[in-house]
T-cell receptor, first 111, second 114 residues
Framework: GENVEQHPSTLSVQEGDSAVIKCTYSDSASNYFPWYKQELGKRPQLIIDIRSNVGEKKDQRIAVTLNKTAKHFSLHITETQPEDSAVYFCAASDSGNQFYFGTGTSLTVIP | DAGVIQSPRHEVTEMGQEVTLRCKPISGHNSLFWYRQTMMRGLELLIYFNNNVPIDDSGMPEDRFSAKMPNASFSTLKIQPSEPRDSAVYFC????????????FGQGTRLTVV
């Protein structure tokens, strides 16, 4: 099955700086890569996703890049704000419909 | 739509007791997932159903865990007998038909086994 690795496990940045979280996957058949944000005590919720026919996608301060050849994808958050503090999960999914999550990155934005 | 609904939200039980967690997926979604979340292991996929049929249960830790989906609108995850190491937050998620679609999570059930 798919193996998704995520780094770093914890990340602290100053407010206004950028944050980058990286993931790798093992199954070349994976073609859908969502990112979820989980605030303390709440459920994971989708913040952005990217499909295998796209190399980059942006949504305001959030962007995701995908390198299918190298089997890695990254989340970029610019101009970070305290409300960005949360745990972020990457995931990979293939046509079999399963979701495999990374182990999560705990992001702290220091005011 | 109310989203994915899980019950109970919190469960405290004694070691050895049977625990049943419940999930109602979003209407029309044909895939359902059960995940377990702990600090040490993150989000672990326990089992995945497609059209009410279990497709992959390789993540179920051991025979003490079982899951059913008797119809498209209801699923259960049962632990019998429960052990303290089963303490975790259990999430149910559902996903609509087709590839490249988002999975929606329920609020989770926080299980504590004492």
């Amino acid at each position: 099955g798919e193996n998704v690795e995520q780094h770093p496990s914890t990340l602290s940045v100053q407010e206004g700086d950028s944050a980058v979280i990286k993931c790798t996957y093992s199954d070349s058949a994976s073609n859908y890569f969502p990112w979820y944000k989980q605030e303390l005590g709440k459920r994971p919720q989708l913040i952005i996703d990217i499909r295998s026919n796209v190399g980059e996608k942006k949504d305001q301060r959030i962007a995701v890049t995908l390198n299918k050849t190298a089997k890695h994808f990254s989340l970029h958050i610019t101009e970070t704000q305290p409300e960005d503090s949360a745990v972020y999960f990457c995931a990979a999914s293939d046509s079999g419909n399963q979701f495999y999550f990374g182990t999560g990155t705990s992001l702290t934005v220091i005011p | 739509d109310a989203g994915v609904i899980q019950s109970p939200r919190h469960e405290v039980t004694e070691m050895g007791q049977e625990v049943t967690l419940r999930c109602k997926p979003i209407s029309g979604h044909n895939s359902l997932f059960w995940y377990r979340q702990t600090m040490m292991r993150g989000l672990e996929l326990l089992i995945y159903f497609n059209n009410n049929v279990p497709i992959d249960d390789s993540g179920m830790p051991e025979d003490r865990f079982s899951a059913k989906m008797p119809n498209a609108s209801f699923s259960t995850l049962k632990i019998q007998p429960s052990e303290p190491r089963d303490s975790a937050v259990y999430f149910c998620a559902s996903r609509p038909q087709g590839v490249n679609t988002e999975a929606f999570f329920g609020q989770g059930t926080r299980l504590t086994v004492v």
